[in-house]
């Protein structure tokens, strides 16, 4: 048992964790494709149509992803962020600095995808309800704990401060979660609970969960890549980077507000609520532009597709590009560091040659 822990624990370095990372990466990229086709499929071909929403009530197997998940990041980062602060590892505030960014493009996103959905149902793009209000200040714990780390030139220190401020807002997501149930919100209840029978369609839980899951291996995968990125830049004086671009390690890289639909309002102790979803039968398309028409709510639906789809895919590729760009400025850093070392070193020898003759002349 004994060994085990031991062997485990050398994972902690970052010399060692980093070929684990770049092993790992391609099958957690291909997880997040087979999941999300699958769960799209599902969701957009599938599904039935809900007899209340109509077809805009496909939003959500984007936005309760994206929910989730920027929830479940910042959990995560503060957990990584509270291990770097308790014990002084540092992965662990490696880890916390790669999963920031991703929890805030899920935050932005869930944001977005929440105000396309309620501007066809509830008439408004936003209203200051308690869990869109709790949404956005999420947001804004993400951006404040990068902003922080940014400010700071040493890493380590710059890890403690984000520790601090990511453990403090870690009181808002219980907030998020429970606002529908300590408050008359305008948002809508759960559907998904561990405690009762989901209050939705067999085929419309499965594309929500299989997009979920899609949405979770693309941020472990997305986490993975930034971490190596960010070892690479915090470890570039060690001798392991070193030999890593110089070619003798190996790189496992290459891998005025209408009035409120019905389903919307919360009246009295619990009112009404849209989690109790209805159907009316699987949708059969009669062509290609009545499913991009989807029942007149294409512009909200599609919208969210095409943007969430963009930001997703925009994050490895501007990943990619700066580890190229970092990798590049490191390899030139270390050539001229090993050229100046052999010129003063051929200097030193000329000097140890020349010395005797100059001392029997």
Not at 113 to 137: C, F, H, N, Q, Y
Not at 252 to 268: A, E, I
Not at 349 to 359: E, F, M, N
């Amino acid at each position: 048992m004994t060994d085990r822990v031991i062997n485990w624990y050398k994972y902690a370095s970052p010399q060692t964790f980093y070929p684990l990372a770049g092993k790992l990466i391609p099958w957690f990229w291909a997880l997040a494709a087979l999941f999300g086709i699958a769960g799209l499929a599902i969701g957009f071909l599938i599904a039935p149509t809900d007899a209340q929403q109509g077809e805009g009530y496909r939003i959500i197997f984007l936005h309760v992803p994206a929910s989730w998940l920027s929830m479940f990041i910042y959990l995560v980062m503060a957990f990584w962020a509270g291990i770097g602060l308790a014990f002084n590892i540092r992965l662990s505030g490696m880890m916390a600095s790669a999963l920031a960014p991703t929890g805030a493009l899920f935050a932005f996103l869930s944001l977005w995808t929440g105000a396309l959905w309620g501007k066809p149902m509830w008439g408004t793009w936003w209203v200051w309800d308690a869990r869109l209000t709790s949404e956005l200040i999420l947001l804004f714990l993400y951006i404040g704990f990068i902003a922080l780390q940014a400010a700071i030139d040493d890493p380590r220190r710059a890890d403690k401060a984000g520790a601090i401020l990511a453990l403090v807002g870690v009181v808002n997501i219980p907030i998020i979660y429970f606002s529908v149930k300590w408050w008359n919100t305008l948002h809508q209840g759960a559907s998904v609970s561990l405690t009762k029978a989901p209050s939705m369609a067999a085929m419309m839980l499965w594309g929500m969960l299989l997009c979920a899951l899609a949405c979770w291996m693309y941020s472990i995968a997305i986490a993975l890549m930034r971490v190596r990125t960010i070892m690479l830049e915090r470890e570039r004086h060690t001798d392991w980077v070193r030999e890593l671009l110089s070619g003798n390690g190996h790189d496992m890289s290459r891998s005025d507000r209408s009035p409120l639909p019905q389903p919307f309002s919360r009246t009295g102790e619990k009112g009404a609520s849209c989690a109790a979803y209805t159907c009316t039968g699987a949708q059969h398309w009669n062509s290609f532009a009545d499913f991009l028409a989807m029942g007149n709510h294409g512009l909200y639906v599609w919208g969210s597709v095409v943007v969430m789809a963009l930001l997703m895919l925009a994050e490895p590729m501007l990943l990619v590009r700066g580890r190229k760009t970092l990798v590049a400025r490191l390899k030139r850093q270390f050539r001229a560091e090993r050229a100046e070392a052999e010129n003063r070193a051929s200097t030193q020898t000329s000097q140890r040659v020349a010395t005797p003759h100059r001392s029997k002349a």
